[in-house]
């Protein structure tokens, strides 16, 4: 009994000093962003790497979601006799969860892990300790470009990504199923709402996971035992992590946003 | 003696050793590297650090760069306590001083001439036509200018270490730190950079710090050794009185012993009661 009771302070104690770590982290990157200002070629370096390179399972997975939507949908709404409301099924569902979430949980498999093991394995190579020596800051010059680019991505990925669900939806319900054209985009256009759907459903929720995706990922790289095992425990940390705060966010953000 | 800043009294650059270590203790959990340890690093000349593996060679480099913070004493750098500096000043302190790590820790997404322009390029706002004139003078000076649009991928380990040696002499440091610049080199490259670290040294009017177990390169450039084990300084002196000295500790480092002070087989149990014990390894 003792010894679980030894166990669990260790436990508990090494995660408060893991989160306390994470968060003075996170202060010091926050410390260079200003200073990136006045570089932001490693900004759009970083950008093209977490963002661009993550172009193509976003889209292809939003054709995807957004095919599966159109087709559950009309099978749903048809029932009903309202299958011309599809257009707005399938908006309203990619613009408020489908789209922001699993935009940020495909980003957090794709970049994140990127990330993570690209840190990692400069600090295990000595390449970050070789800046110190060289008077660089790593958390400067590595890590906060890195930061900023997986925040200012992760909104632009997921609007790219509920842009072409909307598409794949259009395709099924419109394209094969024969819903009506005309119906499926003015509902769409009289329901779906700039400051609840996109604002709110999309860019915030997105800004929001970017912000805590790009932290954890950045936070285990720069964290990581420097040896193989390290590295490639961090980067499963980061995709278990990251997901299980997406979801568990996405759940809150909802409460706050759309609980009437 | 320090004053009310922590800066020693002889804190004007040009007087005394470049860097003095004080007391210095520093454990890594229970297990103790340092034990009041005391070296002065004189100015202008190469200085070798050489212990066994696991000795505390490359921490005590980490201790002097101040990447790490000792449990007790000093180190002073040019009369400055690191130790005792703000980050900003800690940065300030290292744009003096070379690093060369074991790995080289090239920049693997550079090529050679972009990880020798790299310190240029942060810390200072040269136009680029003269950073490209001193990259290609540093380049010249390891015999690598011609390789200055490969990969660090691209290199084999001795060249890797001369591209690295390069840009910690970027800066113009009026110090370099050495971690085994040697291991795991062939015999031309070991030659080459036994070569270059001395010709540096007295070229640049550097001081040099060379940390390594390979005992007959680094006596060969050494102007004064130091040998650590067991937390301790067990020698120090030239080279030739290095080879003469009576303690059992230098001589079995200097002559290569497989026991001694520093024993053949880990401690553990007895041989023949752990041949008895049961399968449990």
């Known amino acids: 009994m003792i010894e679980l009771l030894r166990y669990l302070g260790r436990w508990g104690l090494g995660v408060f000093q893991r989160l306390g770590r994470g968060h003075i982290f996170v202060l010091y990157v926050l410390a260079g962003i200003p200073g990136l200002l006045f570089r932001f070629r490693l900004v759009v370096a970083q950008m093209w790497a977490v963002g661009v390179l993550s172009l193509l399972i976003i889209v292809v997975s939003g054709v995807f979601v957004g095919m599966v939507l159109g087709l559950q949908g009309y099978n749903t709404l048809v029932d009903f006799g309202a299958e011309e409301s599809l257009g707005v099924a399938v908006a309203k569902a990619l613009t408020r969860e489908l789209g922001p979430v699993i935009s940020a949980l495909l980003f957090a498999g794709r970049a994140g892990s990127a990330l993570t093991a690209e840190i990692g394995l400069m600090k295990a190579t000595e390449q970050l300790d070789g800046m110190e020596m060289m008077a660089v800051d790593p958390l400067r010059r590595v890590v906060a470009p890195r930061f900023l680019a997986g925040v200012l991505s992760m909104p632009l990925l997921a609007t790219m990504f509920t842009a072409i669900g909307v598409v794949g939806g259009y395709f099924v319900g419109v394209g094969l199923l024969g819903v009506d054209d005309g119906a499926f985009w003015s509902q769409m256009q009289s329901k779906v709402e700039l400051r609840d759907d996109i604002i709110n459903g999309v860019l915030v929720k997105s800004f929001v996971f970017g912000i805590v995706v790009t932290w954890i990922a950045v936070f285990e790289g720069y964290d990581a035992v420097p040896t193989s095992e390290g590295v490639s425990a961090a980067t499963t940390r980061t995709v278990v992590n990251s997901s299980l705060a997406v979801l568990g966010l996405d759940f809150v953000l909802t409460a706050l946003m759309f609980n009437q | ?281």
């Open chain 2, 1 to 281: 003696m320090l004053d009310q800043n922590g800066n020693h009294s002889r804190a004007a650059a040009g007087e005394g050793p470049i860097v003095e270590v004080r007391g210095l203790s520093f454990a890594r959990g229970s297990r103790i590297i340092f034990n009041h340890v005391d070296i002065d690093i004189p100015r202008g000349k190469v200085t070798a650090i050489m212990g066994p593996s696991g000795s505390g060679k490359t921490t005590l480099l980490k201790l002097i760069g101040a990447q790490l913070k000792p449990d007790a004493g000093r180190v002073s750098v040019d009369g400055v306590d690191v130790h005792r500096l703000p980050r900003d000043e800690v940065f300030e302190m290292r744009k003096r001083m070379g690093m060369l790590f074991q790995s080289g820790a090239l920049l693997t997404d550079l090529d050679v001439f972009e990880n020798v322009a790299f310190p240029l390029r942060e810390h200072t706002r040269l136009p680029g036509s003269m950073i490209r004139t001193l990259v290609l003078m540093k380049l010249e000076a390891v015999g690598l200018r011609g390789a200055r649009k490969l990969m660090p991928r691209e290199l084999s380990g001795g060249m890797a270490r001369r591209v690295a040696l390069a840009r910690a002499i970027a800066l113009d440091p009026m110090m370099i730190m050495y971690d085994e610049p040697f291991s795991g080199q062939d015999p031309i490259s070991m030659g080459i950079l036994v070569q270059l670290i001395r010709q540096l040294n007295d070229a640049l009017g550097l001081t040099s710090i060379v940390v390594s177990h390979d005992v007959a390169e680094t006596a060969s450039i050494a102007d004064y050794m130091y040998v650590i084990s067991d937390g301790k300084i067990v020698g120090h002196g030239t080279p030739d009185e290095m080879g003469r000295a009576e303690s059992k500790w230098v001589r079995q480092f200097m002559q290569g012993l497989p026991d001694g002070p520093v024993p053949f087989h880990y401690p553990g149990a007895g041989y023949i009661d752990d041949l008895l014990a049961s399968e449990e390894p």
